[in-house]
């Protein structure tokens, strides 16, 4: 994408010159549209940045009640001790680790390993199938609203400390990474490398997952004396981890999702085929990129707008200044036709 054009940047003086046309500009105030141009675009402004600031609240306070839910067993964070409830024995749509006290239900990740790992195939399908159910019905919009790790690392972007941005070349090859270790980590080595009983071991969730880390070992650690006097090497790997996250998370918008997670990768398979979309109406895109740039994944919407690292949060919906992004179930899709043209360029 050439974005040494002049017009890229020229969104808000596309939308006033639009808005002065014909005679009426997007804002609330009354007789808006009788304001000097410098006013008018200041209110329009004014009045998005309201809209975006909006949109992410609520979303935060979807995420906060899903973190909360899956994560209700507030007696065991008290005791320091793992729900062991019926509900356990069914999946929530999220990373969330299975021995965080207060989870009520099962790591998805987790338990495909577990159950790959055990040969106890019948129950396998029944994992893979509700991590199917959920990619087909809202695929990575569970990453956008419902995810908690995916919570603690927005919060942490919040953090007033310099951002970075990492060059496309590199960024592009990193993403395949969390596919890899879909399939290596989590399906090939608990599925291949097995102990004389058939066993094998939850890779991802020993050697990587920070989530696990976070929720689970630091809390039982805390209330339990016995587990802390036998962690050794192997915590401390899982500690520099989720160290690296967290540090990387104050400086690059959900690190762990666009490099690591797994389940986003799985979920991102469903990406052009899930009931929840995105769409754009190019008839309304004036293709001021004002979405690409709010985009916390960095997709390029007017490409694919419902590409496989989009996480439906929404917020180019909330930036657009004229509406054109939409989200909701069977939705279409359609680029942009001037940038698809400038593709085959």
Not at 140 to 153: A, D, I, S, T
Not at 194 to 208: A, L, N, S, V
Not at 303 to 327: D, L, Q, W
Request: hydrophobic share 40%; with cysteine; glycine share 8%.
């Amino acid at each position: 994408m050439d974005h040494q054009d002049p017009d890229i940047y020229s969104g808000g003086h596309i939308h006033r010159d639009r808005a002065a046309s014909t005679g009426a500009a997007d804002c609330s105030a009354e007789g808006c549209q009788y304001l000097p141009a410098m006013h008018r675009d200041r209110v329009t402004m004014n009045n998005e940045s309201k809209q975006v600031k909006k949109h992410e609240r609520l979303r935060l306070l979807i995420q906060l009640l899903s973190a909360v839910f899956v994560n209700g067993y507030v007696a065991g964070f008290a005791k320091g001790k793992i729900f062991t409830g019926k509900s356990k024995m069914f999946c929530v749509p999220v990373l969330n680790c299975y021995s965080c006290p207060g989870a009520l239900g099962a790591c998805p990740i987790g338990s495909l390993q577990a159950v790959l790992g055990s040969h106890k195939f019948n129950f396998s399908f029944y994992v893979l199938g509700t991590l199917m159910l959920f990619g087909v019905v809202l695929g990575r919009l569970v990453c956008g609203f419902l995810c908690p790790f995916g919570l603690v690392q927005d919060l942490l972007h919040r953090i007033p400390l310099p951002k970075i941005t990492v060059p496309k070349k590199i960024d592009r090859r990193l993403r395949y990474l969390k596919y890899v270790i879909l399939v290596v980590m989590v399906i090939l080595l608990p599925l291949l490398l097995t102990d004389k009983y058939g066993t094998g071991e939850p890779y991802f969730c020993k050697f990587i997952c920070p989530a696990g880390t976070l929720e689970g070992a630091f809390p039982l650690l805390t209330k339990n004396e016995s587990l802390r006097s036998a962690v050794g090497a192997l915590f401390d790997w899982k500690v520099c981890v989720l160290i690296i996250i967290i540090i990387l998370s104050t400086m690059i918008h959900r690190p762990f999702c666009k490099y690591l997670c797994p389940l986003g990768a799985f979920y991102g398979l469903f990406a052009k085929f899930s009931l929840y979309r995105m769409h754009l109406d190019e008839s309304k895109c004036i293709k001021c990129h004002a979405c690409e740039s709010a985009c916390p994944m960095t997709v390029e919407i007017l490409k694919n707008i419902n590409s496989a690292e989009c996480i439906r949060c929404g917020k180019c919906k909330a930036v657009c200044p004229e509406n054109a992004i939409s989200g909701g179930f069977f939705k279409k899709d359609e680029p942009c036709a001037q940038n698809v043209m400038s593709d085959h360029d």
